[in-house]
């Protein structure tokens, strides 16, 4: 761990980055800086290795060599506010189908503010959210009751719900209707110019959302 | 040790020395043939694999990065 | 100093730890063989037998049960030994080194059981008997199987490795408490001690000692080997070990 | 971040409360097997109580693992939850969880086990169902605490359902041996502090090393 590296850049930063899995080398000498105030997607084949990049930023992965940093600062060092200021959206929605919507999401946002807010308030923002997705007053349902593309919703609504400083979506805005990309799209662009930083992957290209950074995991 | 009847037969105990000794035998010889075996087919299949064509093999990517047209 | 860490840190290469083991190996299994040769000789033939106990030949079970359970126990604590070093250091040829020890230590394992229970059939009548060492080893054999299970049902070798060497930590931390556990139970129930044995007459501790360096050097041997295989597995792609099926020498 | 999680398992819990009931019923289905086998008089089932009980107790929390970790890993809830905190707090809540859902309900079943087993027969004032309860309450969160190692170890791995089983039923050892040692102590009106102090030992061993063992490996198989 060479400490008396500079670091020069804000946000995220990842340095000569290889990452690998089942043996495989996905990705070797990547070098990325997610700058504050800017929209990065991600694209490339189906296993191409966007996920495992990813997962590697979020810190899930191990990477097998370069290291990562958050406002010049390795993101497992203790004093960073990495894991606080990152939400992570991965394929899997992680919601427990034996609780409610509003359990669910109540469960993440206390375990982020560590109960900075008030009970009562929290429960009108779900309310609220929940209202602007075209899901409103299902907040006391099981989230197993709910269709797909109604979970997808429910998992979009952290992105409101909890403060954070940077995204990882994981495509976002797979099997989403019109409107709620719209939304997505819109808040999106909000949370980018309140310095925010996003990385995000799709299939398709998504006409709504200006991108500042494309980023593609190819063959040379 | 007095006689070779006696060290084949170690005084009526011969069944319980011998068969210690043959399966520590057995056991010892059977790792020692398994490695070696081990080694030679993962040679053959390294030969194979580099008999085989370039293109086959998966390489690793890069990051290319962009600015949006 | 420094030279010794700069070696420690060069056995972390794949190649320089082939190569070396390949140096190594000719002269490990020439001594194994030397000592091997006395050691039968004396444990076989040249040793006397055993009359104040009235075990006869049997006391010659003893040269080949002592060394494997010792190797057991302490194959098992250099595993957890190699694991922390991959874990802490992050070193992989350190989980190499434990994948490797594993084969070759549960079969010390089953060998000490088997030729315990074989020296308890004519000693105390019994092919089995719950006492402290025997379960103690018994369930060591559980221990070793556990990883060698663990370590399979991996896809990813990177987490086989990790989660293996966890469960060697673990398991090493729990091999006293067990078997202080085990020998506590076992005075409980006035079971009989087959493998204690008071002290041992010095006619017996040649054959014995020689036995012992004997086979711990067939375990390094053995080890080593199965070492070899392990970091062909895992180096497949490098050039180095291609060059090598293609039947050159590794040049340095 | 302890009391967060804590509720959560409790409501999701509540839900599913069928699948924390089936390895209790088995807890008691084991044991009521025992007379039928062996013998329905008072003096043989009371000699075999202790050992039954506790077999049937330690069988009882190796199923109940299955509860454990493994749906927050599958749904992917798992690795928010390293995300927002340490591994070792992780695995520590779930294990509280785990106790309190599984551990706790085996202890307070356990006196109807222990008149089924004919525990007190012929004596007129001792109670071994204290006794009983007591080693329960020290020994099951062991066996919680070890299952929680195996458990994680064996998240990424195929066929895990019998792996971790075999992992460690070695580890249960020790604590099979002073539990139901305690309660044969008792029963022979023998002293069974020290037992007990030994098992309040082990307790303490694990608490310190499983937990952070058991979020390394968690680490590992989310990774």
């Known amino acids: ?168 979506l994981d495509e976002p805005f797979v099997n989403l209707d019109q409107k709620t990309r719209g939304w997505l799209a819109a808040k999106t662009l909000e949370f980018k110019n309140n310095g925010g930083v996003v990385l995000f992957t799709s299939h398709h290209h998504i006409d709504e959302l200006p991108v500042d950074q494309k980023v593609g995991v190819e063959h040379e | 040790m007095s006689s070779w009847h006696e060290f084949i037969f170690m005084g009526k105990h011969g069944a319980y020395v011998w068969s210690s000794y043959m399966m520590s035998l057995i056991v010892l010889v059977g790792l020692f043939i398994g490695f070696r075996m081990m080694l030679k087919s993962l040679k053959k299949q390294v030969q194979a694999e580099a008999a085989a064509p370039e293109s086959q093999k998966p390489k690793a990517r890069k990051l290319k990065v962009s600015q949006p047209d | 100093m420094a030279k010794a860490w700069r070696w420690f840190h060069q056995l972390g290469s794949p190649k320089y730890l082939f190569q070396k083991t390949g140096q190594w190996l000719p002269w490990v299994w020439a001594a194994t063989l030397i000592l091997l040769a006395v050691g039968l000789y004396y444990s076989l033939w040249a040793s006397p037998i055993e009359v104040r106990q009235g075990q006869g030949h049997t006391v010659r079970i003893m040269y080949v049960h002592v060394p494997a359970a010792a190797l057991s126990m302490i194959a098992y604590i250099a595993m957890a030994i190699a694991a922390t070093v991959g874990l802490v250091w992050k070193m992989k040829m350190a989980f190499a080194v434990v994948r490797s020890i594993a084969p070759v230590g549960a079969a010390m394992t089953f060998l000490a059981l088997f030729t315990g229970s074989v020296w308890g059939k004519p000693t105390w009548g019994t092919w089995w008997e719950w006492d402290a060492r025997m379960t103690s080893e018994l369930l060591l054999l559980f221990l070793y199987l556990g990883y060698i299970a663990l370590h399979a049902s991996f896809s990813d070798r990177s987490k086989a490795d990790k989660a293996g060497a966890i469960l060697a930590i673990v398991g090493v931390i729990n091999i006293p ?76 | 971040m302890i009391l967060t999680l804590l509720k959560r398992e409790l409501k999701v819990a509540r839900r599913n409360w069928i699948g924390l009931a089936i390895p209790l019923l ?19 089932l009371q000699k075999l109580a202790p050992g039954v009980i506790w077999v049937a107790a330690l069988l009882a929390m190796l199923l109940s693992l299955e509860q454990f970790y493994r749906s927050d890993y599958q749904d992917g809830s798992l690795e928010q939850l390293l995300l927002m905190s340490s591994p070792t707090s992780v695995a520590l809540s779930k294990i509280l969880a785990h106790w309190l859902l599984t551990g706790l309900p085996l202890v307070v079943l356990s006196p109807l ?19 009983l309860m007591l080693t329960l309450v020290l020994g099951t969160p062991t066996l919680c605490l070890l299952g929680a190692v195996g458990m994680s170890l064996t998240l990424a791995a195929s066929r895990n359902g019998l792996l971790v089983s075999i992992l460690i039923i070695p580890l249960y050892v020790p604590v099979l041996i002073f539990g139901a040692s305690t309660v044969t102590a008792s029963l022979e009106n023998m002293r069974y502090n020290g037992e007990l102090a030994i098992l309040g030992a082990f307790l303490l061993i694990a608490i310190v090393f499983a937990p952070f063992a058991s979020g390394r490996a968690l680490k590992i198989s989310v990774g």
């Open chain 4, 26 to 44: 088995f807890f008691i289905i084991v044991v009521s097997l025992f007379p039928f086998a062996v013998s329905p008089e008072a003096p043989v």
């Open chain 1, 1 to 168: 761990m060479s400490q008396s590296k500079d670091i020069q850049f804000d946000g995220l930063y990842a340095h000569e980055l290889t990452v690998s899995r089942s043996e495989q080398i996905l990705l070797e000498d990547a070098d990325l800086h997610l700058a504050p105030s800017t929209i990065t997607y991600l694209y490339g084949e189906n296993g191409a290795g966007k996920t495992s990049l990813m997962r590697c930023l979020a810190g899930l992965l191990p990477s097998d060599q370069g290291s990562i940093y958050w406002n010049k600062q390795p993101i497992n060092h203790p004093d960073s506010s990495y894991f606080q200021d990152l939400i992570f959206l991965a394929h899997s929605l992680s919601m427990k189908n034996e609780l409610t919507i509003a359990e669910n999401l109540s469960f993440y946002a206390n375990l982020r503010l560590k109960g900075g807010i008030s009970q009562q308030s929290l429960s009108k923002q779900i309310s609220d959210v929940l209202l602007e997705l075209g899901i409103g007053g299902l907040e006391n349902r099981m989230f197993a009751e709910l269709s797909a593309g109604q979970q997808h919703k429910v998992a979009l609504a952290r992105l409101i719900l909890e403060p954070a400083k940077i995204w990882i």
């Open chain 3, 177 to 252: 408490i067990i078997y202080f556990s085990v020998k506590w139970w076992n005075t409980l129930h006035q079971g009989y001690s087959v493998t204690e044995k008071g002290a041992l007459d010095p006619a017996f501790q040649t054959p014995l000692f020689l036995m012992l360096g004997a086979i711990y050097l067939l375990f390094a041997a053995l080890v080593l080997m199965r070492l070899r295989a392990e970091i062909i597995l895992r180096n497949q792609k490098s050039r180095w070990v291609k060059e090598w099926a293609s039947g050159s020498e590794v040049k340095s």
């Open chain 4, 113 to 131: 086990l222990g008149v089924l087993m004919q525990i007190n027969h012929g004596f007129a004032h001792a109670d071994h169902t204290w006794v």
